[in-house]
């Protein structure tokens, strides 16, 4: 397909799918819109809908392919290779994620890790020595660097996002508490945990 003609929210419900149909057990050759919905707590006719921006429609009384549509979900996301990523900003939570096994599973690979602090510069994490934030620019340049994750202090965030931008990283997933601003043609996820919080607090206050 054509990029762009998928809408965001079905993009964004893609790798549910793949997730759920992951944790199934491979005897488990099939899968019905009404399981996948259930397993993601969506609506059959929503799922439905959204595998058919794939090209995929199913048979009725039998469902999907289970390999067939895994594999149709990992075309659209461009999962076939592993991308390669950084994480800029090594505290408690950049840290934490370099120490992360699951990245590789799930099609990427850290191949770097950055920070500002001449105490935290040489340390290592998984394998990876902890560069200066300073030699980003020689680090990407040429390099099949394609995403970058920043877990910077907020008031580091725009400052590390506009370098990034600078060294052509087109892709940054943010998990500063902080929203940053980048220009056209780059895409930037933002994930701040303390509103994921936040938005729970609504739903538990209500369940009070």
Request: charged residues 15%.
């Given at each position: 397909?054509k990029q762009?003609?998928?809408?965001?929210?079905?993009?964004?419900?893609?790798?549910?799918?793949?997730?759920?149909?992951?944790?199934?057990?491979?005897?488990?050759?099939?899968?019905?819109?009404?399981?996948?919905?259930?397993?993601?707590?969506?609506?059959?006719?929503?799922?439905?809908?959204?595998?058919?921006?794939?090209?995929?429609?199913?048979?009725?009384?039998?469902?999907?392919?289970?390999?067939?549509?895994?594999?149709?979900?990992?075309?659209?996301?461009?999962?076939?290779?592993?991308?390669?990523?950084?994480?800029?900003?090594?505290?408690?939570?950049?840290?934490?994620?370099?120490?992360?096994?699951?990245?590789?599973?799930?099609?990427?690979?850290?191949?770097?890790?950055?920070?500002?602090?001449?105490?935290?510069?040489?340390?290592?994490?998984?394998?990876?020595?902890?560069?200066?934030?300073?030699?980003?620019?020689?680090?990407?340049?040429?390099?099949?660097?394609?995403?970058?994750?920043?877990?910077t202090p907020?008031?580091?965030?725009?400052?590390?996002?506009?370098?990034?931008?600078?060294?052509?990283?087109?892709?940054i997933l943010?998990?500063?508490?902080?929203?940053?601003?980048?220009?056209?043609?780059?895409?930037?996820?933002?994930?701040?945990?303390?509103?994921?919080?936040?938005?729970?607090?609504?739903?538990?206050?209500?369940?009070?």
């Amino acid at each position: 397909m054509k990029q762009g003609t998928i809408p965001k929210a079905t993009v964004a419900r893609l790798p549910l799918y793949l997730q759920c149909m992951q944790s199934m057990a491979p005897t488990e050759t099939t899968v019905s819109s009404e399981t996948l919905a259930r397993m993601a707590n969506l609506n059959p006719a929503n799922v439905r809908k959204d595998l058919s921006f794939l090209g995929s429609h199913g048979v009725r009384g039998v469902g999907y392919d289970r390999l067939h549509l895994c594999m149709q979900i990992k075309l659209e996301l461009g999962l076939i290779e592993a991308w390669q990523v950084i994480i800029v900003g090594v505290g408690n939570l950049g840290s934490a994620l370099a120490n992360y096994g699951g990245f590789e599973a799930a099609g990427f690979d850290v191949v770097g890790l950055y920070d500002a602090d001449p105490e935290k510069i040489g340390m290592e994490f998984h394998g990876h020595m902890v560069r200066p934030v300073s030699a980003l620019a020689s680090d990407i340049a040429g390099s099949p660097i394609a995403m970058a994750i920043i877990t910077t202090p907020a008031l580091a965030a725009q400052e590390i996002a506009d370098t990034l931008v600078d060294c052509g990283i087109r892709s940054i997933l943010n998990f500063a508490p902080a929203v940053i601003q980048t220009p056209p043609g780059v895409e930037c996820r933002h994930v701040d945990l303390a509103t994921e919080l936040q938005i729970l607090s609504y739903y538990q206050a209500r369940q009070a």
